[in-house]
């Protein structure tokens, strides 16, 4: 039998290992959430060490792989709210009239999954029996206060009925035909099978640009706009310093509505419907999960999790690594020091590079959210 190489053996790691969010666990595990991660919390051995958590600036293959596994489970989900149920989904034809018989089971649908996502896994993570075994991978020991659970989770709920606000206009919009779609979700499988599994790359910038400019600037002779921002919007999302899974969506509801319209973006494209709320539930459920505050057996994001911590540093993902091109990336305390102390004549070039694709999907992201509103409600 032939010896393997260290090169063997670091690539065969890299099939089963992710670094991204919930650290250590097999790529294919987003896929398979809950039930892989219960697994695992009932069969770790108790005295398992839990790896040191790492924050990246940039995914390796195995974060690609675990990127698409977690767009994989987005689409499945939308693919069961679109076709899943009895009644025709509503962008099909019943949301031509604006009625409340099919706004409401959208509504009601979200409301359902937040508290059943949500509300099981911060159970099962803080309360449940295996609480005390699942410490050790606790990325912050210390446990959140039950007045944090109760706040983040009626800002989440709310997050949700406006996530349920952008479906209902999108629905109304394809509808009428004011909004064009694809009508056969598997007339063009290449493409489609594209957008699905980059879902959360090319929703990425969106975000990232939403988040930035929602904290302070800190540009010599440029209103600080973002301060504002920050102070009467995003730091509401910011109280939640150690984060849970209903910290994901804990959203003042400007926020989180135009968080939601990262969906918009494949509008202007004609995608098929259910790729657009895959999108809208990709940034639901990655964002609970990311932020559930655990490394495997858990999915916490440590990238995230040091910006909830250190606040001006990783503002975005790492599937389009926006923060090491500008030079906000840390992957350790002693990083965010050192975020707006070195500027050197290659990182400023990386900055307008950055600069200059930020405001390019800045304006694809705006164009997508006024077609959407010029032809829904012409």
């Keep these: 039998m032939t010896k393997m190489t260290r090169v063997d053996k670091y690539l065969l790691a890299c099939l089963f290992r992710s670094k991204m969010a919930g650290a250590g666990q097999p790529w294919y595990m987003p896929a398979l959430w809950p039930f892989g991660h219960l697994a695992y919390a009932f069969t770790k051995p108790v005295d398992d060490k839990p790896a040191e958590p790492v924050a990246s600036a940039d995914l390796d293959l195995t974060g690609h792989l675990t990127s698409f596994a977690g767009a994989l489970r987005a689409f499945g989900l939308s693919y069961l709210c679109v076709y899943g149920g009895r009644a025709i989904y509503p962008a099909f034809g019943p949301a031509a009239s604006w009625d409340w018989s099919w ?55 709310t997050a949700v009925v406006l996530a349920a606000a952008v479906e209902i206009v999108l629905c109304h919009g394809w509808a009428t035909g004011s909004l064009p779609y694809q009508h ?116 916490g994001d440590y990238f995230h999790q040091l910006h909830h911590a250190h606040f001006d540093c ?28 070195k500027e050197s004549d290659a990182s400023a070039i990386n900055q307008v590079l950055a600069g200059v694709s930020v405001v390019g999907w800045s304006a694809v992201s705006a164009l997508s959210m006024y077609q959407v509103g010029a032809s829904v409600f012409a």
């Design 314 to 341: 990783n503002y975005g993902a790492l599937h389009i690594p926006l923060d090491k091109w500008v030079g906000s990336y840390a992957g350790s305390k002693d990083g965010v020091r050192s975020i707006w102390a």
């Design 184 to 299: 056969d979700l598997w007339a063009t499988p290449v493409q489609n099978a594209f957008w699905v599994l980059f879902i959360t790359h090319w929703r990425i910038p969106h975000f990232y640009v939403l988040h930035r400019a929602m904290h302070p600037w800190k540009r010599p002779g440029v209103p600080d706009v973002g301060k504002w921002l920050y102070n009467h919007v995003h730091s509401l999302h910011h109280r939640s310093y150690n984060p849970t899974a209903f910290s994901g969506t804990n959203m003042h509801p400007l926020e989180s509505t135009l968080y939601f319209c990262a969906g918009m973006l494949a509008v202007p494209f004609g995608c098929h419907p259910t790729i657009v709320l895959a999108c809208m539930i990709d940034c639901a459920v990655g964002a609970w999960l990311g932020h559930d505050g655990f490394q495997f057996p858990g999915s």
């Design 103 to 157: 706004m409401w089971p959208i509504v009601t649908r979200n409301l359902v999954a937040a508290w059943t996502i949500c509300g099981f896994w911060d159970w099962f993570l803080y309360f449940s029996p295996l609480k005390d075994k699942l410490h050790k991978y606790k990325l912050n020991p210390t446990y959140p206060k039950w007045n944090q659970f109760k706040h983040d989770a009626f800002y989440t709920t």
